[in-house]
């Protein structure tokens, strides 16, 4: 029982590359969801997915995508990346919106 | 609209010394959750309270929902350089479709 793991744990970009960060819960939670974290700054909601099949804006969506995979997978694409992106970002999952998340470690995003 | 205040943003304690945060809403709140994140951690869930009144312990860890619901703290006696990290509240939104997570109690301990 892995939790919540995200790939890749660290990388580097080059302003304008494209990537796509990977998350995967094996709690069979409906809801998961996409934060960043700026040095020594709070959680900000990027994206997050009520249930398989939906999928909504957070705080801060501008310059990402999400796709809900299926029930376990929730990834989430820069398309174009910003020395603005540079953040560690989190995924997390619950059984649904109003329970305990659960976060993965972490991806540390630089761009550069 | 619901606002929900977290303080202190920072709190440097001597070790042994006690920690309080804090988290103050504006409306009435059907549960709080508390997550701790150690440095270059993830948050990881504390606790939730849902009753009005409510007090939980967990060792040194007090926690408390206010009468009201609308207020919440989380007490550290004796701090130990263990504790050391960022303290969340979160709590459901208006429509308790999902949290929204405070702006968090950075703790630093002098040893």
């Known amino acids: 029982n892995a939790g919540v793991t995200q790939t890749p744990k660290f990388q580097v970009l080059k302003t304008g590359q494209s990537m796509t960060l990977q998350c995967a819960q094996d709690m069979n939670h409906n809801s998961m969801y996409w934060y960043r974290q700026d040095p020594g700054m709070g959680l900000r909601l990027i994206y997050y997915?009520?249930?398989?099949?939906?999928?909504d804006k957070g705080e801060v969506p501008n310059g990402y995508n999400v796709s809900r995979l299926n029930k376990r997978e929730f990834s989430l694409r820069l398309e174009s990346a910003a020395p603005s992106q540079t953040s560690v970002y989190f995924c997390a999952s619950s059984f649904s919106g109003r329970e305990t998340q659960y976060f993965g470690p972490g991806t540390r995003l630089l761009v550069l | 609209g619901q606002q929900v205040m977290q303080i202190p943003q920072y709190q440097h304690v001597q070790e042994g010394e006690d920690f309080t945060t804090y988290c103050n809403s504006s409306?009435?709140?059907?549960?709080i959750q508390w997550y701790k994140q150690r440095p270059g951690g993830h948050p990881v869930f504390l606790i939730q309270l849902v009753k009005s009144g409510e007090v939980k312990k967990q060792k040194r860890l007090t926690f408390q929902f206010g009468e009201a619901k609308k207020n919440s703290s989380l007490h550290i006696t004796a701090t130990q350089t263990t504790d050391v990290g960022t303290y969340f509240c979160a709590y459901p939104n208006f429509g308790n479709e999902k949290l929204t997570f405070g702006t968090g109690t950075r703790l630093t301990i002098i040893p």
């Open positions: 409306t009435t709140l059907s549960n």
């Open positions: 997915s009520a249930s398989e099949g939906t999928t």
